[in-house]
């Protein structure tokens, strides 16, 4: 999901406020990524919390279609960006529940 959005690893450590050898080290597995952390993530990748840790790509698709393209951004734009991400996937979530009744 890192690479869809065109995001190094140094640039999202940065977000989140950790070295980048930590973002390798969640990224391969070799250490659990605390819940605050799982948090962010999920909001800038438009997922829930629980998606980042099941192999269920349904609501990888939302991301996709709410990806931005990141190649000329700013580190602190990518708070922004995760805040209107997660607006966008609350009201698609909410749209999806009122087709259903």
Do not use: C, H, W
Not at 34 to 42: E, F, M, Q
Not at 74 to 98: G, P, R, V
């Amino acid at each position: 999901m890192r690479e869809r959005m065109k995001l190094n690893q140094a640039d999202l450590a940065e977000y989140l406020g950790i070295k980048r050898e930590e973002v390798s080290y969640y990224e391969n597995g070799k250490r659990r990524l605390p819940n605050a952390l799982l948090t962010k993530l999920a909001n800038l990748f438009s997922v829930d919390e629980y998606d980042l840790l099941t192999e269920d790509m349904t609501y990888f698709k939302i991301n996709s279609a709410l990806a931005f393209r990141t190649e000329n951004f700013e580190t602190d734009d990518l708070s922004s960006i995760a805040d209107f991400k997660k607006i966008a996937m609350n009201y698609l979530k909410m749209n999806q529940k009122l087709k259903n009744e």
